[in-house]
């Protein structure tokens, strides 16, 4: 079952948001909508299921976040690029 939605802080929405882009391609994934603070990814023709956002400009003593995502593929080769896409 697909994740309904996942969303990550970062500190540079537009890097993490080329980062994400070129590692989730592979799986089909592309903006959906981008807002100030905010970007939607999905897969084409279904609603936004990963989002980014960047982190508050305060320097707040916040706990380690660990954060495991898990998302499905249409094939073993697009786990290969994917894979390949994050190295």
Do not use: N, Q, R
């Given at each position: 079952?697909?994740?309904?939605h996942?969303?990550?802080?970062?500190?540079?929405?537009?890097?993490?948001?080329?980062?994400?882009?070129?590692l989730l391609?592979?799986?089909?994934?592309?903006?959906?909508?981008?807002?100030?603070?905010?970007?939607?990814?999905?897969?084409?023709?279904?609603?936004?299921d990963?989002?980014?956002?960047?982190?508050?400009?305060?320097?707040?003593?916040?706990g380690v976040?660990?954060?495991?995502?898990?998302?499905?593929?249409?094939?073993?080769?697009?786990?290969h690029d994917?894979?390949?896409?994050?190295?």
């Amino acid at each position: 079952m697909p994740i309904a939605h996942v969303s990550l802080p970062v500190s540079s929405l537009e890097d993490s948001t080329a980062f994400y882009l070129a590692l989730l391609k592979p799986l089909g994934y592309d903006v959906f909508m981008k807002l100030e603070h905010v970007v939607g990814l999905t897969i084409k023709y279904a609603g936004p299921d990963f989002w980014l956002h960047k982190c508050p400009e305060e320097k707040e003593k916040v706990g380690v976040s660990k954060t495991h995502v898990a998302f499905a593929a249409p094939s073993k080769k697009a786990v290969h690029d994917f894979h390949a896409a994050g190295l």
